[in-house]
C-alpha cells in the first residue's frame, strides 16, 4: 500500500474544512486548528486561502477573532435582482403581494407583503414614484377566498411536505360529511378559482391520484416516510388536467360537449377562454355554440347551471338530461315556496 505524502493529510483537512463551511458552519482559526490538527498560524492560513481562492468564502473582518463562512450571494452577486431590480420584477414582485390575499391568516400572506416592499425598494429612484399606491394598483380578486386563520400550521405543513417529498397521513372531510384518514404522498398545491387543492397520490387506492381541497383537510400529520417524486413523463400537472373543467381528475374518458348560449353571452364567449379545447360558432338567431372535449364531472354540471336559463346543452344527451333534472328539481323548489 502507497504512503500518504506530508500534504495529503492536510489537503483532506482542508477539503473537509471547506465541506463544513458550505454546509452552514462557520470557522475561527481556533476551530479550523482543532479540525486540521495544526497551530492557529497555519489554520489561519489555510482559512484564508479558501477565503482568496473559493467563491462564497467570506471572513467578517469586523469580528475578533475573524469569523469565516460560506455564502452564495458572492457567487450569484449583491443579489438575483442585481443592483437594481427591473420594472418587470417590481410588476412580479406586486401582483404576487396582490396574490397573497389568497394566504391571508398565514405568514406568507405577509411576506409576500415584505417581498414586494423589498423589490420595490431595488427599483431605480426615477421608478419608485410609479409604484406608489401598489395596493390599490394591482389587484387579484377570484371571490370565495378561503379562511385560513386557524389553518397557518396546516399549510406550513403540507408546504414543507411538497417540497421535501414527505408522506402525510390527513383527516380528510368528504362532500357528503364523513370523515376519514388518509396516507397521501404530496405532489403539488394548486390554486384554482381562489381555493387551495393538493393532488396528492392517494396508498391503497384504485384510482390512486386525486385532488383536496385544502378546506376540507381537518388535521395533517408528517411521517418519516418519504417517496421519489416522479419524473415529467410520469407526472405532469398541465397534461393531467387538460381535459378537465377545473380540479377533477376522474376516470372517465373525454366527450363533445356542445352548449347553446343565449345572445347576452355571444359577446362573453368570444373574448373568454373556458377550456383550450373551446371553439365557438356564432347562429342566426344571435346564440353562439359553445364546443369543448373534457370529462364528465360534477364541475362540467356547476359550470353549464351557471349560466342559468341562458344554456342549453346539445351534446352529449346524458349531460342534457342531467342538467333538465336539476333544473326542474331547482324550479320545484320556488313553484313549491310559492304556493306555500
Given at each position: 500500500m502507497a504512503k500518504k505524502t506530508r500534504t495529503e493529510p492536510q489537503r483532506e483537512g482542508t477539503l473537509r474544512l471547506l465541506a463544513q463551511l458550505m454546509k452552514g458552519r462557520t470557522h475561527t482559526a481556533?476551530?479550523?486548528?482543532?479540525?486540521?490538527?495544526?497551530?492557529?498560524?497555519?489554520?489561519?492560513?489555510?482559512?484564508?486561502a479558501l477565503h482568496k481562492h473559493v467563491p462564497g468564502i467570506q471572513k467578517n473582518d469586523s469580528s475578533q477573532p475573524h469569523v469565516f463562512s460560506f455564502?452564495?450571494?458572492e457567487i450569484h452577486g449583491p443579489s438575483a435582482l442585481g443592483e437594481h431590480a427591473s420594472f418587470a420584477a417590481g410588476i412580479s414582485?406586486?401582483?404576487?403581494?396582490?396574490?397573497a390575499r389568497l394566504l391571508r391568516g398565514t405568514s406568507y400572506h405577509s411576506e409576500f407583503i415584505k417581498l414586494r416592499d423589498t423589490v420595490v425598494a431595488r427599483l431605480r429612484t426615477t421608478w419608485q414614484p410609479h409604484f406608489e399606491d401598489l395596493g390599490r394598483k394591482f389587484i387579484?380578486?377570484?371571490?370565495?377566498?378561503?379562511?385560513l386563520d386557524d389553518r397557518s400550521g396546516l399549510l406550513d405543513?403540507?408546504?414543507?411536505?411538497?417540497?421535501k417529498n414527505q408522506t402525510v397521513l390527513i383527516d380528510y372531510t368528504r362532500f357528503d360529511g364523513s370523515q376519514k384518514q388518509l396516507r397521501v404522498s404530496p405532489y403539488s398545491l394548486v390554486v384554482y378559482d381562489g381555493r387551495l387543492y393538493v393532488i396528492g397520490l392517494r396508498h391503497n387506492d384504485e384510482r390512486p391520484l386525486r385532488s383536496y381541497r385544502f378546506a376540507r383537510i381537518a388535521n395533517v400529520e408528517r411521517t418519516d416516510e418519504t417517496f421519489?417524486?416522479?419524473?415529467?413523463n410520469e407526472y405532469n400537472p398541465d397534461a393531467l388536467l387538460r381535459e378537465s373543467i377545473g380540479i377533477f381528475m376522474g376516470g372517465e374518458e373525454p366527450?363533445?360537449?356542445r352548449l347553446l348560449l343565449a345572445e347576452p353571452w355571444a359577446i362573453y364567449a368570444h373574448h373568454h377562454?373556458?377550456?383550450?379545447?373551446?371553439?365557438?360558432?356564432?347562429?342566426p338567431d344571435g346564440r353562439v355554440e359553445v364546443s369543448l372535449r373534457v370529462r364528465p364531472c360534477p364541475e362540467l354540471e356547476q359550470w353549464v347551471l351557471s349560466f342559468g336559463e341562458n344554456a342549453e346543452v346539445i351534446d352529449p344527451p346524458d349531460l342534457r338530461e342531467v342538467i333538465a333534472r336539476r333544473l326542474r328539481a331547482a324550479a320545484a323548489h320556488y313553484e313549491s315556496a310559492g304556493e306555500g
Open positions: 481556533t476551530s479550523a486548528a482543532k479540525e486540521l490538527t495544526m497551530n492557529r498560524e497555519g489554520a489561519l492560513r489555510v482559512l484564508k455564502s452564495t450571494k414582485a406586486t401582483f404576487g403581494a396582490a396574490f387579484i380578486r377570484s371571490g370565495g377566498e378561503e379562511n405543513d403540507i408546504i414543507e411536505a411538497v417540497l421519489a417524486y416522479p419524473s415529467a366527450v363533445r360537449v377562454r373556458w377550456h383550450e379545447s373551446q371553439t365557438v360558432r356564432e347562429l
